[in-house]
């Protein structure tokens, strides 16, 4: 009886799906039900049966490395890591008042105030980045929003608007209302009557004169609806005053002037789009989650040398830079996440593409500076929570935290975060110098306060990382074609895991992905074997 | 000596040009430093010196009526406030499990489980209402994110789509693809040659390129870069096969189907956009933070029948409606906050001018129906985190909760938010009626799990609130500019407050920026009188 019907759960119909069409129909289903769209992670990986006594060896503890030892210890692998490190997460990372950032050449004594940090490495997880997501579900890492798009924070452009930050709020509706009132013109004029059709031409013209906010003549112009989005020059009040004063939007040129497209399009990316995350208190929590899973596999401060492999196993040599300890880690396998500019400087017995390959992979670098502040200014002073403002000095941008919004005492917002050409110019300063220069760039948005408040800062220069020599994978067009899968090749006894055998390299998610496409297909070829 | 000077803060500035040129040089500095152009908020009013004895009777103990039962209490006034219900807060108003909603002719217990909640009325707060977020700190009360944008909710149109709801992300991709394809063409046409400079023009069209994610030919259409923005047919994964497939913009034609430019505009209105809050727990908390402080003020079950004056004072005549004694309250002046379509059928001695403002006053109407579903489908089976879905159905929209994101067990989630035509449908229904319908049309979204996970619901059709018998205010602006001035002035000495009494109608910030108002003349005329 049709009344008796009781709709399937997905899960339940999906289950029917699988059953009734195997995997491929299973995909194709989760994919038209909008599920799988997002992401590549079918949850983690179902491996089990390891044959008795079969070995793995994963070189780093960085997430993917504990990943990987995480899940083979599960389906019945004998697990070692080595880590260079006394310290496991890898580029999870987060440092505290107390912790010490050695660079190569420089060492820095953090002194930030309890409960604030600075996460030097990610920072934000995206919705769809499924595999962090349940693995933080998996080891209790409490997760609490990222405030990505904030309307009020600032775009500043060192030839916009003779240096004066304008909010990204007003750039963005005068963006949509000059675009609109081009096109709305474009269009009244007869220049699309080819390539619209006549319906089209009128629902484009309605969604003109909407989205843009453009007055009976389909112009741009200042009007209360325009200040309903773009604010006001006297917002509205409550009694006799209480009538809102609109403000004159910027004209055509001066809206180009800001590059405003720009930072619309960063927010489009879907990396970039909300809704977002952050563990609680630090994303190094994500790697403890896993190290305390693991983290009684891993042997810490083991820098290896040489990588070897034969018919029965693969060897890895090292030195304990503590005591000066040599020797030899021996296993079945290998899961090396060793950073491509570190692997490249060691014997590692793979073939010439492999090395090829490893040799070619572009690094980017990029620069975090942490500032202190005695005060969120930015909250009691500007209305500013969260979010990000962009500016085209070296710094690239400021952001200020998400967590603890309207709590008093200090707190620390993200004075610098480049790639490229900015990055190696901080990255070539002393960690005193670059504190200098966040402060001196980022007071272009608070100018009275930025400096005025400033109690202490610390930096991290990837590309001085002595243990990764970069930020992370950066992966041209070209360079993907002629190296990708002679790099992620299974060899012998040995495949490679790491946000650099991805195609989300510099994510988290990427890594997972990695780790578990990597032991997925190591635990084939060793039930096979 | 220059190097000495250090800048002043922000406040220490203010301060220097207040005392240099006044309240006017001061506003005027603000302004230009970007603090206040956001807000008429100018700090709590300061008022102090109120006359012996000077007593104030406040009708309504909503948000503008305990403040304005707080600050006056502050000042030294004597102070009693009348309420129609058993409860303080007015529409500042959440219900939980065990909580009764009485409508005219309805009653409803509600059963959500323990911590679970619905807003019926305000249930976000936006950076820039900083009168709210002000009384907020001041009573203690903990804020978190509200997650408003969310690019992976869905955007349904009965017309679009063969009736699929397809993500945000995606038609907000689309739609600036097809715009930027359009006016690319334009500008290459020429069309606009005598509109734009060439200088301004060759931006534009780097522009729409970059914005657009246009191709070589300027055209918008699959490629990997619409996929980085709009997702993916199969998305980036780790290892062998980590490559993504992009999939098919929709063409202009759909596009246009689905009225995206609605959502993008409501997105950029200065009310909706991010960053924005919600009281930890319930938005009641504010109501109950100032019931904290003026709780002992307040005398419940109080209907008031007739608000006379004379020379010497106030006089409210009231009736009891637990045990039917009637009474009368005195005092020297009146705040009233009683709501519009309620103060309408009272014996109320004021001119000619304000009674037709009351009686011209129009309230819109709203209804919210809070679901309570077993678990949290939208998050494990959809990667949705809070935002919201929109439908051109009457239930107009559903939205995801903001708290609790990844936790297991019951939530509610909001499953009706229209005004207007929508609003009367529903509040028209009984409230099982109600609840089986917004089940029908919410289905829309999630097919397979939104009946089968229903566990229980909850609404508020406000029209048929007895003690308000609307939503708020909804000023046109033929009778603002016919009423409104006579509604806000102080006659004798009664002044009226509340949301309808600001250009912030339907928004806390407006009731509270009203009271400010109200009781700052409500004391200059008693300090003059």
């Given at each position: 009886m049709l009344e008796d019907f009781t709709p399937p759960t997905r899960r339940q119909l999906l289950t029917m799906i699988g059953k009734a069409g195997g995997a491929a129909a299973l995909y194709q289903a989760m994919t038209v039900l909008g599920h799988a769209k997002d992401s590549q992670f079918n949850g983690p990986p179902k491996l089990s049966g390891a044959k008795p006594g079969a070995s793995v060896l994963v070189l780093g503890a960085g997430l993917a490395g504990m990943l990987a030892a995480y899940e083979l210890t599960k389906a019945g692998y004998k697990v070692q890591i080595l880590e260079?490190?006394?310290?496991?997460?890898g580029r999870n990372y987060t440092v505290r008042g107390g912790d010490t950032i050695n660079e190569i050449g420089s060492k820095q004594e953090v002194t930030f105030a309890p409960g604030n940090y600075l996460n030097p490495g990610p920072w934000r997880i995206p919705y769809h980045h499924r595999t962090v997501l349940h693995y933080c579900k998996e080891l209790g890492v409490q997760l609490e929003p990222f405030l990505q798009i904030n309307h009020n924070a600032l775009i500043h452009g060192k030839k916009a608007f003779g240096g004066k930050p304008q909010p990204y709020r007003d750039l963005m509706v005068d963006w949509k209302g000059h675009v609109s009132e081009l096109l709305g013109k474009s269009l009244n004029a007869g220049a699309l009557d080819t390539t619209v059709t006549a319906e089209d031409k009128a629902r484009l013209l309605e969604a003109m004169r909407a989205w843009g906010v453009l007055d009976k003549d389909m112009k741009y112009t200042k009007s209360d609806k325009v200040g309903e989005q773009r604010g006001w020059e006297r917002p509205p009040g409550g009694g006799v005053n209480g009538a809102p004063i609109p403000n004159d939007p910027f004209s055509l040129s001066e809206t180009l002037d800001s590059g405003i497209w720009n930072t619309l399009g960063f927010y489009a990316e879907h990396v970039m789009q909300t809704t977002m995350f952050q563990p609680k208190g630090g994303m190094d929590h994500i790697g403890k989650g896993f190290q305390a899973k693991v983290g009684k596999l891993i042997r810490f401060n083991t820098r290896v040398s040489k990588i070897a492999q034969d018919d029965r196993g693969v060897t890895a040599s090292w030195t304990d830079t503590k005591t000066g300890q040599t020797g030899e880690s021996h296993a079945d396998w290998m899961v090396c996440t060793i950073p491509a500019p570190v692997l490249n400087q060691i014997d590692f017995q793979v073939s010439p593409a492999k090395k090829a390959a490893i040799r070619a992979l572009p690094y980017g670098n990029s620069v975090k500076i942490g500032l202190e502040m005695k005060r969120r200014f930015w909250e009691t002073d500007y209305a500013i929570y969260g979010g990000i403002s962009f500016t085209d000095q070296a710094i690239s941008l400021i952001s200020y935290p998400s967590?603890?919004?309207?709590?008093?005492g200090p707190a620390v917002l993200l004075g610098a975060y480049p790639f490229g050409a900015g990055a190696y110019m901080l990255a070539g300063m002393t960690p005193e110098k670059r504190i200098q220069a966040a402060l001196d760039q980022g007071s272009v948005f608070h100018p009275a306060e930025y400096k005025a408040e400033f109690r202490s800062g610390a930096s991290v220069a990837w590309n001085r990382?002595?243990?990764?020599?970069?930020?992370?994978a950066a992966w041209t067009e070209e360079s993907r074609a002629a190296h990708y899968q002679d790099l992620v090749s299974m060899e012998g006894r040995i495949v490679l895991a790491g946000e650099h055998c991805s195609y989300y390299g510099c994510w988290q998610e990427g890594a997972l992905l990695s780790s578990i496409d990597a032991i997925t297909r190591l635990h084939q070829r060793a039930s096979a074997a």
């Open positions: 260079f490190q006394g310290r496991a997460g967590a603890g919004c309207f709590t008093d990382m002595p243990w990764i020599l970069g930020c992370c």
